[in-house]
């Protein structure tokens, strides 16, 4: 259906859409609700006519956008609010944060959504205005810091994007929750649903902690670290690039003493690194030393300190290995000699009742060098940050970000698309919804204003059934 004629709109009132009274009844379901929401929501009156954060959500707004960047992330530990840049278009008058942090804004809705916990359901939306695939680790400003800083500051009033009830919640149902949904950078929401890499390896210790380790195909090593849960599934927790190479191997011992080993990539010299496992996932990384020549390095630990590696010749099938000794941060290597065992099985690990499989493989539209792993619960499960928040999927994305999607965006003259979306279900974002002749019906569930307190857009929510 296309867009409704402005005189037209005045007038629409579904048979399906709830009235304020009879909401007050039977509580809509929240993916069949209309609410009301701002676009570029941090800039206030310096870019349309918004006010304050607090002040948008005193008067009804469910929706809140806003615009993140990562630079200067590794000194600041934040990252950073504006539009074309940090601060770019902020509006930090009428109560809003006098900073750019984005943690200073959330703490804001977060203040708000505590002293109103009858509110309905509010969305918070990071615009991702940058790549945050090339921040090489948690420090330095990947997507585990957006999830850390999301849980931080909402705590228990978040429902994140893997705890979403089942079936068709109702809007009373989620009343005083707070939805992260990633938008912006396709790469970002892309990466945050999966991973891709190649040859990948993992290990197991007996506290139930995994390092998984693996290559990007293009020279670079990074890892992933987890914890094998009692219901036998992996929570995965940290992600990071901490060297340069291919066919990396991995050892974990129950002191969370890890030694990897690798090929370098544009030589056959062997390489190994010591590794500390934190107990928040986090990798302590040593310096690298190369301990030999040859390909397809293995590597396993004999008891706790004592180790063995065999690798394969770089000019023959024949195998070889070594012996090392773990010292403080690097490994004694001794006894190298020709062997006929067989190297170690480095994508697979057990321990007492845990095992973990790692490969590649599409999942449906992914890349057919998606990170899998397969657990005794469960098959396939990729390997990828916890699904904290949700991930918007816009027109014109690739069918990976598509699949499984509850929220859709688009502009809001993008009539079509929007109608679409919410004729099958889904929770549709329209942004610059600027006139009241952008309307569909239905009417996006979040048509995104620049001027929310114009006589039409309040005339148009309310004839809506804007649930607040």
């Known amino acids: 259906m296309t867009r409704l004629p402005a005189l037209a709109v005045s007038a629409l009132v579904t048979a399906a859409v709830l009235t304020p009274a009879t909401a007050q009844a039977a509580s ?3 993916t069949g609700s209309v609410f009301r929401a701002t676009h570029n929501s941090y800039s206030g009156n310096v870019d349309g006519a918004k006010s304050s954060i607090a002040y948008q959500l005193d008067h009804g707004v469910r929706f809140v956008e806003l615009d993140v960047h990562d630079n200067g992330y ?21 109560g809003n944060p006098a900073s750019n942090n984005l ?40 997507l585990t810091a957006v999830n850390q800083e999301l849980e931080s500051v909402f705590g228990g009033r978040l429902l994140r994007a893997q705890d979403y009830p089942a079936g068709q919640p109702t809007v009373d149902a989620l009343r005083g929750r707070v939805l992260p949904l990633l938008s912006g950078n396709g790469t970002s929401r892309a990466e945050y649903r999966r991973d891709v890499g190649y ?4 290990a197991l210790n007996g506290r139930g902690q995994l390092v998984e380790v693996h290559d990007s195909g293009g020279g670079a090593l990074w890892y992933w670290t987890g914890t094998y849960g009692a219901d036998g599934r992996v929570t995965w927790l940290r992600h990071g690039k901490y060297d340069s190479g291919q ?3 991995v050892a974990l011992n129950d002191n969370g003493d890890l030694v990897e080993v690798h090929q370098s990539q544009s ?13 928040d996932g986090e990798i302590t990384w040593q310096a690298s030393h190369q301990y030999d020549n040859g390909v397809l390095p293995t590597v396993a630990f004999t008891d706790s300190a004592h180790l063995r590696e065999i690798h394969q010749s770089q000019s023959s099938s024949q195998n070889w290995t070594w012996t090392g000794t773990l010292a403080g941060t690097t490994v004694s290597w001794t ?9 170690f099985a480095k994508d697979t690990a057990a321990n007492g009742a845990g095992r973990v499989r790692v490969w590649t493989g599409a999942d449906g539209p992914t890349p057919s060098n998606t990170l899998r792993a397969d657990t005794a619960s469960v098959t396939g499960d990729r390997i990828r940050y916890r699904q904290v928040a949700f991930d918007e999927f816009q027109k014109g994305d690739s069918a990976e970000l598509q699949q499984g999607a509850l929220f859709y965006g688009a502009p809001a003259t993008e009539s079509a698309f929007i109608t679409a979306a919410r004729q099958s279900g889904k929770l549709v974002r329209g942004w610059d919804f600027d006139s009241a002749g952008e309307a569909t019906a239905p009417l ?5 204003t620049n001027h929310p307190y114009d006589a039409w857009y309040q005339t148009l929510l309310t004839q809506n059934g804007a649930v607040e």
Request: no cysteine; glycine share 8%; net charge negative.
């Open 247 to 249: 066919t990396p191997a």
């Open 267 to 279: 030589a056959s010299t062997l390489w190994y690194r010591v590794g500390k496992l934190g107990a």
């Open 28 to 30: 809509p379901p929240f």
């Open 335 to 343: 006894g190298n000699a020709k062997t006929s065992d067989t190297r």
């Open 74 to 94: 590794a000194t600041a530990h934040d990252y950073a609010v504006g539009h074309d840049s940090p601060g770019n278009l902020v509006d930090h008058s009428g």
């Open 199 to 202: 040859h990948p390896a993992v």
């Open 103 to 142: 943690r200073d804004w959330l703490a804001t809705v977060d203040t708000w959504s505590a002293a109103h916990p009858s509110a309905a359901p509010i969305v918070v939306m990071l615009d991702l205005k940058d790549d945050l695939t090339d921040n090489a680790n948690y420090a330095a400003g990947n």
């Open 444 to 448: 996006a569930n979040y048509p995104a």
